[in-house]
């Protein structure tokens, strides 16, 4: 694939791992987030924001560190864009945790079930007021504080109807791959390019490299997304060992799309498949769970959405190629970070 320039590092990512060049960061992301949080008066409350911005991969702020140093931003603001990412990612993961009734995540109890609805939503609520310190700190001339400003206000606010969007289909029997993408697009493919998108605006490249890099969003967002619901079917997903949480809280899915759709389905195993997602969390029985996954593999909806994952990445690398102002010799490390999306085990 990228065999135009350097390679920015001889260290090449195995299968599944995060890209060494992405990697190297985390100490300093780590750094950047703890500083922040000790600050922090109540000690529940800080405990609560431990917990919620701890084990994870980490993906958005360090993408975001990688493409600061790499296009010459401010070290502080730097960190500031990193921070505001990994604040809102956290904040949404509360959320979607307290509404999709997980109990799991990252192989530890979701901050609902460790620390208590009312402690997670305040935590949740400080994480988003965080986000607009971050920019409120940097040291940047106002008309561009307001052009960031603005692109991360219509992340947030994309991420919140997109999640409308997700709740909008659970257990709907005409749900499709267009709601999907929708749903998939606003919820997730704006705010993975958001770091990015916030970098190229710090350092001032162009209008036309800002939408392209929205756009590489709207593939390795769905991309990335599309991974997870495939993980779901795993015990490697961190949510200690269950599988088909996704479909316990009938989450619609690609998978539950493309069954739908396309998946040529009897009546029979339609009605079954809307009565399974449309069923409460808690009354939904495991041998349910093994007959929807039994279905999607049946129906090809698996290996679509195996393919649908792997075509969005490589049309996110091709975008990313293609940005103006962005340095060559980033192209393999992103190649890498495209690859990373879909095919980690975790």
């Known amino acids: 694939m990228a065999n135009e320039g350097p390679r920015e590092d001889p260290e090449t990512a195995s299968l599944g791992q995060l890209p060494a060049a992405l990697a190297r960061s985390d100490g300093r992301l780590e750094q950047a987030i703890s500083t922040r949080l000790t600050r922090v008066p109540s000690p529940v409350l800080q405990s609560a924001l431990e917990r919620s911005t701890s084990g994870g991969k980490r993906l958005r702020p360090l993408l975001a560190l990688w493409f600061s140093d790499s296009l010459g931003v401010a070290s502080d603001n730097a960190d500031r864009i990193a921070c505001l990412t990994e604040w809102l990612h956290s904040a949404f993961l509360i959320h979607d945790d307290i509404q999709d009734g997980d109990e799991w995540r990252r192989d530890q109890p979701t901050l609902w079930k460790s620390h208590g609805i009312s402690t997670a939503l305040n935590a949740a609520d400080w994480l988003l007021s965080a986000v607009y310190l971050e920019v409120s700190q940097m040291q940047l001339q106002d008309e561009i504080r307001a052009r960031l400003l603005s692109a991360v206000q219509d992340v947030h606010s994309r991420t919140v109807l997109g999640q409308q969007y997700d709740l909008d289909g659970r257990g709907d029997p005409d749900f499709g791959l267009d709601r999907y993408e929708q749903a998939v697009r606003a919820k997730t493919g704006r705010y993975l390019a958001l770091g990015m998108v916030a970098v190229a605006i710090v350092a001032q490249l162009n209008q036309r490299a800002v939408e392209q890099l929205w756009a590489v969003g709207d593939h390795l967002g769905p991309a990335f997304q599309i991974q997870d619901d495939l993980l779901d079917l795993t015990s490697s997903k961190g949510r200690a060992g269950q599988l088909g949480n996704d479909i316990r809280e009938g989450k619609p899915s690609i998978l539950y799309a493309h069954a739908l759709e396309r998946g040529q389905l009897t009546q029979e195993q339609k009605a079954r498949l809307v009565d ?38 490589e049309a996110g690398i091709d975008l990313f190629r293609d940005i103006p102002g962005v340095p060559r010799e980033l192209h393999a490390t992103f190649e890498q970070v495209a690859r990373f999306a879909v095919e980690r085990n975790r």
């Open 276 to 313: 399974v997602m449309a069923e409460e969390r808690a009354l939904t029985r495991d041998d349910d769970v093994e007959w929807v996954i039994s279905l999607f593999h049946d129906c090809g909806s698996i290996d679509f959405a195996r393919n649908q994952a792997v075509d969005r990445a």
